[in-house]
């Protein structure tokens, strides 16, 4: 028998319109809603329905994924701590945004004790593997909720793993993001040190595209460093918020992160900058910064 579930998105931005847009092409019957009201109109073509409001979505759909920016923003759309929030009651609700795995341990009991369930499915990944459906998604939550997730967003990902209860997948998230985020600024530092050093930067990169630290992401962010091409994939703003989320977690377990506080120095300084809306490999701008001091 084919799955009559609704699905509910909720938050159509960088990365939640080109996974909504993959649900819906994929014929999934799809219900969305977006502060910009203007961001569900490409979705909407491709055979979603438009709710007036995030409770809207909430009446509509069995299972509610939601890809937005933060904590508050989760509140507010949400409706928590108002009455608006027994809308989740018989709902899956599904938190494929960031967030502290304290956080997310707490909304997982908010929405448990308002009658509804609650799984974590963090992506990694960002504009263009979500527009190719190569998203790798980590599950935490009850098993067969977890089940369910996994068939539901399997048209926007390559790959799902199952990481146990709540909050290990963001806890996982939150690993895979602090490799990330040292990978990229390392190999920012690397372009930079090419061009004050007279490398040729075409020679360097098919050095890097042919060697073993290879990979999808190296490729991508190595094409923008050459090309000065800071279109964003993931912003800068957002790459420090998520570091400076790993960090709180560090911190609270004790556990040391000398590089990663390194990185959030150079991302802070280049959102300072004025640099938040550009792409993370525009963090080489608070290197340039920072050696033009020392001229």
């Known amino acids: 028998m084919a799955d009559t579930r609704v699905i509910g998105f909720l938050g159509l931005g960088v990365m939640g319109a080109p996974m909504a847009s993959r649900l819906a092409r994929a014929g999934t019957p799809l219900v969305v809603w977006s502060r910009r ?7 909407r073509e491709q055979g979603a329905r438009v709710a007036h409001s995030a409770t809207g979505v909430l009446e509509q759909a069995d299972v509610v994924l939601m890809m937005l920016a933060n904590d508050a923003a989760t ?18 609700i599904v938190q494929m945004g960031t967030t502290s ?15 509804g369930r609650y799984v974590e499915a963090p992506v990694s990944g960002s504009r263009g593997p979500a527009e190719a459906g190569q998203l790798v998604a980590m599950l ?19 790959e799902s793993t199952d990481c146990g209860a709540i909050p290990q997948a963001l806890l996982t998230k939150l690993a895979v993001n602090l490799f990330l985020i040292s990978m990229v600024t390392g190999l ?6 090419a061009t004050r050093s007279g490398v040729d930067l075409q020679r360097f990169a098919a050095v890097l595209d042919a060697g073993p630290m290879a990979s999808a992401v190296s490729r991508m962010k190595s094409a923008k460093l050459r090309e000065r091409d800071f279109a964003v994939q993931a912003s800068l703003r957002d790459v420090l918020m998520n570091n400076e989320l790993i960090a709180a977690a560090a911190r609270r377990a ?39 001091h020392q001229l």
């Open 140 to 158: 935490a939550g009850d098993p067969a909720d977890v089940a369910v997730v996994r068939a539901v967003i399997a048209p926007m990902v390559r």
């Open 254 to 292: 004790g556990i040391p992160s000398p590089v990663l506080d390194a990185c959030h120095a150079l991302y802070a300084e280049a959102v300072a900058m004025g640099h938040g809306d550009d792409d993370m490999a525009a963090v080489v701008r608070a290197l340039e910064k920072e050696d033009s």
């Open 37 to 43: 009201r203007d961001r569900c109109f490409a979705v």
């Open 188 to 193: 920012a530092e690397a372009y930079h040190f």
């Open 75 to 92: 509140d507010a759309v949400l409706g928590r701590e108002t009455p608006a929030f027994s809308a989740v009651r018989g709902r899956l």
């Open 101 to 115: 795995p304290e956080y997310s341990r707490g909304l997982a009991a908010s929405v448990a004790a308002a009658g």
